[in-house]
């Protein structure tokens, strides 16, 4: 028998395990498991939970065909009825409270299991380690363990420079049939018996969900009222399609501003995210539509702004996968700072204060634009990338917290939570990732900017409502009059504790901290790190793993006449005076390399000239054997020829540490030694 365990792919499109066992003849067994294990993280929140119930609900109805799919046709209207409701007897999915190893030993015992057919998931650490233990289970039990890809991410890719040929290799493959469940329902076998197992379930009805919700703080299971409703296959495929064809005409222009983000993004995340549509369904459907965009163009049709748009919005798909390959590529990252050199800021002793992190939580900092971002979060669950980016500022910057320790709270209250984009994203905006910018977001300036009229603060901060547009991103400057003729009295911090109700009241805190000096302060704790050698050459490292290859940022440019500085992107590079010149040693293999075909590894698909992938590829190939130096124009100590991207492939050759004649072999690119840390080509001091 095979097993299809659902995890963050509840769909019946563009679904690679339905499409396998569609074509095969065994009885299967649709599994989705509420496993205690994944649900103590301190990520997880009732408002996920319900949503996730929404989607099985939703696919249940469509293997009983209330919801039909014809073909590879999908059909986006679905019935709404179906989608509201929140009740149903399960006859088609298995459903169990259980670990995954327990209920596939439970499985295993009475129907000996074939194979095992699932998604790659590239969740958090506990996943990642629950993944390993089913590997490891299915190995020993002779169980074979199929895992399809659905984001275009790759596993155990060996090279990022691959990592954007692979992604749209992957985009570029059709998707995969919607089954025909009518033909399948009789192979479907629903495992009564398991232990844990769920017969029916009321989204609405709290005792029905006691057992599942006892695995999650008290705290943390009510469900957010304003959420995005409802979660499944039926409602994600509505929201693109309106997306699509009405809402997104104006997205590039509209992303910014929480108030018109708000039905201007595709709000297509918690469907992604839970897998309730496939990221190849969007983008195919989405090159669909601009191919139809453009021919209306060549038609002399007027199609404003939607081409821009939609070319916007196709750049986040794509940033989607490219950062969930960081957590793909390296799981701790959910753990620890990306560069090594940030590890120790934010955690001193002191550094964490409590009643920082409970007033940016709750929404009570008394910098009105945070708190109603914070507040809409607790609502609704989701807010636009722009205010996500600035909570993150403020809370890493300004209060200078610990960007894990903020993580869970994050995670919990956007319903969208994506192990991959969040442990990034949440790294880039608090700066430890050493490859980007520092990015400090001014509050009040980006509230000034985003919402000038204070629509968006008055509708989240009800204790502003009555303040003057002059004064509602700076409250504190209100004189003591108006504050008595609106009836708002900013208060001190710790009467502000006594008082304040978090809804609706007559006061309002004065803010947490000065903005600007604690701005200057963490600023300049950054920089202190930022600017130190070692620090630049671990950032180094972290971009050879993890960095966008999409612009010029990676290429090594020769020296501008008489500098005889080498950069990379724009930084200086110094290569030192005992360091061999790159093109000394590489110099003959990046000419050759200029005369080779343009093909991947299968030799399939010709690349535009200049990318590192070609280098990093001719380099693969011929690890083992520097061919010797040739004359030629290229070879002459300069950096003609190599395209500008002679130093990546330089790094990937193995190469001795001048301090202590270590061989670092396991990480050609590394810019440190792995042993004793000593700057490439320098010899110790
Ligand atoms: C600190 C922080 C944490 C974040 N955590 C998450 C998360 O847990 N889950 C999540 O889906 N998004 C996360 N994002 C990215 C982004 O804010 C959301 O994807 C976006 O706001 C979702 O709204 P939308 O679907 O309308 O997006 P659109 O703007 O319509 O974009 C379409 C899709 O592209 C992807 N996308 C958009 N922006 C980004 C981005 N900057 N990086 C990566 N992918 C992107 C998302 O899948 C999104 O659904 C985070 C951003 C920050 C700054």
New binding site residues.
């Given amino acids: 028998m095979d097993v299809v365990w659902l995890k963050r792919d509840v769909r019946l499109h563009d679904h690679g395990p339905l499409a396998e066992v569609a074509q095969s003849r065994n009885p299967f067994v649709l599994l989705y498991l509420y496993e205690p294990d994944q649900l103590r993280e301190p990520t997880v929140h009732g408002s996920h939970l319900r949503f996730v119930h929404e989607g099985l609900l939703d696919l249940e109805r469509r293997w009983k065909n209330e919801c039909p799919l014809s073909g590879n046709t999908l059909k986006t209207g679905g019935n709404e009825q179906a989608v509201t409701s929140s009740h149903a007897t399960f006859e088609y999915l298995t459903i169990c409270h259980n670990t995954a190893i327990a209920t596939l030993e439970a499985i295993h015992r009475t129907h000996p299991i074939g194979r095992l057919l699932s998604h790659e998931e590239t969740g958090h650490w506990q996943s990642y380690m629950r993944d390993r233990a089913v590997r490891k289970w299915c190995r020993s039990n002779k169980v074979k363990f199929v895992e399809f890809n659905q984001t275009g991410v790759t596993r155990n890719l060996k090279c990022r420079d691959d990592y954007n040929i692979l992604f749209n290799a992957f985009m570029a493959k059709p998707r995969h049939p919607t089954p025909n469940v009518e033909s399948l329902q009789s192979r479907v076998v629903q495992l009564r018996n398991l232990p844990g197992f769920i017969g029916n379930l009321e989204t609405n009805n709290i005792t029905q969900w006691d057992s599942i919700f006892t695995e999650i703080p008290a705290d943390h299971r009510h469900d957010r009222h304003g959420r995005q409703q409802f979660g499944g296959e039926t409602k994600a495929l509505a929201t693109m399609d309106s997306?699509l064809q009405e809402r997104g005409s104006k997205?590039s222009q509209d992303?910014s501003s929480p108030n018109t983000?708000w039905n201007s993004?595709?709000?297509?995340?918690?469907y992604?995210?839970w897998g309730h549509i496939s990221?190849r369904f969007v983008v195919h459907s989405l090159q669909h539509r601009q191919e139809a965009l453009k021919r209306m163009k060549a038609q002399g049709r007027n199609t404003g702004t939607w081409l821009r748009s939609l070319q916007a919005?196709s750049s986040?798909?794509h940033?989607?996968s490219?950062?969930i390959q960081k957590l793909e590529s390296e799981p701790v990252l959910e753990l620890r700072d990306l560069c090594p050199a940030f590890q120790h800021l934010r955690r001193q002793d002191d550094d964490w204060v409590e009643a920082r992190y409970v007033a940016w939580s709750t929404g009570t900092t008394g910098f009105p634009f945070v708190d109603a971002c914070m507040r809409c979060l607790l609502e609704h669950g989701?807010?636009?990338?722009r205010m996500?980016?600035m909570?993150?500022s403020f809370a890493c910057y300004n209060l200078w917290l610990d960007w894990k320790r903020i993580a869970p709270h994050?995670?919990r209250v956007?319903l969208?939570?994506?192990?991959g984009?969040?442990y990034p994203?949440?790294q880039?905006?608090a700066g430890t990732t050493g490859i980007n910018a520092m990015r400090v977001y001014s509050v009040t300036k980006q509230g000034k900017d985003q919402d000038p009229t204070g629509k968006f603060i008055r509708r989240h901060v009800l204790e502003m409502e009555r303040v003057p547009d002059q004064y509602i991103h700076e409250p504190w400057k209100m004189p003591q009059s108006l504050q008595e003729e609106i009836q708002l009295t900013i208060t001190s911090r710790e009467r502000a504790d006594q008082e304040v109700s978090l809804i609706e009241c007559a006061t309002y805190p004065e803010p947490i901290v000065n903005e600007q000096e604690s701005a200057k302060i963490a600023k300049a704790r950054m920089s202190d790190v930022r600017k130190q050698e070692s620090t630049k050459n671990m950032a180094k490292e972290v971009f050879v793993k993890h960095g966008s290859r999409n612009n010029r940022s990676h290429v090594m440019n020769k020296p501008k006449s008489g500098t005889g500085v080498y950069t990379l992107g724009k930084q200086p590079i110094s290569l030192q005076d005992n360091q061999p010149k790159i093109s000394d040693v590489f110099g003959e293999m990046i000419g050759d390399s200029k005369k080779k075909p343009k093909q991947n590894r299968s030799g399939e698909t010709k690349r535009s000239s200049n990318t590192i992938t070609q280098e990093s590829e001719l380099l693969q190939s011929s690890s083992t054997h520097i061919r010797q130096p040739k004359k030629s124009k290229t070879t002459t100590g300069t950096m003609e020829g190599t395209g500008g991207n002679a130093f990546l492939s330089a790094n990937a050759i193995s190469w001795n540490c001048l301090a202590c004649t270590f061989r670092n072999e396991n990480k050609p690119f590394a810019l440190v030694c792995e042993i004793c840390g000593t700057n490439r080509g320098e010899k110790s001091s």
């Fill in positions: 997306f997205f992303i983000a993004c595709s709000r297509l995340s918690p992604l995210a990221l919005f986040r798909l940033w989607r490219h950062f989701w807010i636009n990338f996500r980016a909570l993150v994050l995670a956007f969208d939570f994506e192990p984009i969040h994203q949440l880039m905006q």
